[in-house]
Nanobody, 126 residues
Framework: QLQLVESGGGLVQPGGSLRLSCAVS????????IGWFRQAPGKEREGVSC??????TTNYADSVKGRFIISRDKNTVYLQMNSLIPEDTGVYYC?????????????????????WGQGTQVTVSS
């Protein structure tokens, strides 16, 4: 059964960096697009980035382009977050969807994903 577990969140100063990890069970047996989403208090969950099952295709929200990098290896999907700003604060979730999702214009819409991790808190503050 597919399971996702996020880690790596924490408190960081503006301009700093964090790397989030999403451990994906059965990664070599089942193939998924993996997305990162975030949710600030009082706001809707929004798509941040996603990566195809092969790792060849990535997507980024405009708000994080040039600052965040998504990658994956056999067991884990990463989100390297650089040049962090306070607006990046929120609970970050990873999620799995069908492999075709990464190629869609709607790849960062949460409705495309069926399995979610528990979230990890990211706080960007002085």
């Amino acid at each position: 059964q597919l399971q996702l577990v996020e880690s790596g969140g924490g408190l960081v100063q503006p301009g700093g960096s964090l790397r989030l990890s999403c451990a994906v069970s059965r990664f070599t047996l089942d193939y998924y697009t993996i997305g990162w989403f975030r949710q600030a208090p009082g706001k809707e969950r929004e798509g941040v980035s996603c990566i195809s099952s092969s790792g060849a295709t990535t997507n980024y929200a405009d708000s994080v382009k040039g600052r965040f990098i998504i990658s994956r290896d056999k067991n884990t999907v990463y989100l390297q977050m650089n040049s962090l700003i306070p607006e990046d604060t929120g609970v970050y979730y990873c999620a799995a969807g069908p492999p075709v999702v990464a190629a869609l214009r709607t790849a960062l819409e949460k409705r495309q994903y069926t399995t979610w991790g528990q979230g990890t808190q990211v706080t960007v503050s002085s």
